[in-house]
T-cell receptor, first 112, second 116 residues
Framework: AQSVSQHNHHVILSEAASLELGCNYS??????LFWYVQYPGQHLQLLLKYFSGDPLVKGIKGFEAEFIKSKFSFNLRKPSVQWSDTAEYFCAVNALDNDMRFGAGTRLTVKP | GAVVSQHPSRVICKSGTSVKIECRSLDFQATTMFWYRQFPKQSLMLMATSNEGSKATYEQGVEKDKFLINHASLTLSTLTVTSAHPEDSSFYICSARAAGGLREQYFGPGTRLTVT
């Protein structure tokens, strides 16, 4: 069965630190990959997505993610986090049958 | 971790019929549940937010008479698609938020609705 793993449950960083959130999935076929963010008290927002082409995807707010097919990974990165990046981040995988699977989420806390 | 289930995972119905989707929080009490819809290769779209014991709040453009939401208990919310049409075919995802926390929002696995 298709599954998505986010390894970090809670990440705490200071402002200006670099961020990398891990995401791995278990599905051998073609997938679409997403990162969503949820700020406190708000609903999900799409950060970025990968369908095909350049495996390095740039999203909103300075975030990027790299799809490494051989590692079944789609890690999220940001070179310098801000306090306003404090949020919950969800990786999601959408296989050919269009059923979306989400990771459990990673809570990011950025200390000012 | 907290678990949210949805039932059914897939459903096929005929045009004009109604279909009910259940969202359950299995090991926590959910004061708020969210219903999302996702079209192929698109991001989730929030349809409505429901608070236990009160009427759901629908997002702009979502027909409340078509998508009936009931959140009758702290562990169950239902979405009923009434008089379904093929354009209602989509992937519906619920999420649940526990009482007393801003971050504890857990997503169900989704329900694939196909209207023929």
């Amino acid at each position: 069965a298709q599954s998505v793993s986010q390894h970090n449950h809670h990440v705490i960083l200071s402002e200006a630190a670099s961020l990398e959130l891990g995401c791995n999935y278990s599905y051998g076929g073609t997938v679409n990959l997403f990162w969503y963010v949820q700020y406190p008290g708000q609903h999900l927002q799409l950060l970025l997505k990968y369908f095909s082409g350049d495996p390095l995807v740039k999203g909103i707010k300075g975030f990027e993610a790299e799809f490494i097919k051989s590692k079944f990974s789609f890690n999220l990165r940001k070179p310098s986090v801000q306090w306003s990046d404090t949020a919950e981040y969800f990786c999601a995988v959408n296989a050919l049958d269009n059923d979306m699977r989400f990771g459990a989420g990673t809570r990011l806390t950025v200390k000012p | 971790g907290a678990v949210v289930s949805q039932h059914p995972s897939r459903v096929i119905c005929k045009s004009g019929t109604s279909v009910k989707i259940e969202c359950r929080s299995l090991d926590f009490q959910a004061t708020t549940m969210f219903w999302y819809r996702q079209f192929p290769k698109q991001s989730l779209m929030l349809m409505a937010t429901s608070n236990e014991g009160s009427k759901a709040t629908y997002e702009q453009g979502v027909e409340k008479d078509k998508f009936l939401i009931n959140h009758a208990s702290l562990t169950l919310s239902t979405l009923t698609v009434t008089s379904a049409h093929p354009e209602d075919s989509s992937f519906y995802i619920c999420s649940a938020r526990a009482a007393g926390g801003l971050r504890e929002q857990y997503f169900g696995p989704g329900t694939r609705l196909t209207v023929t």
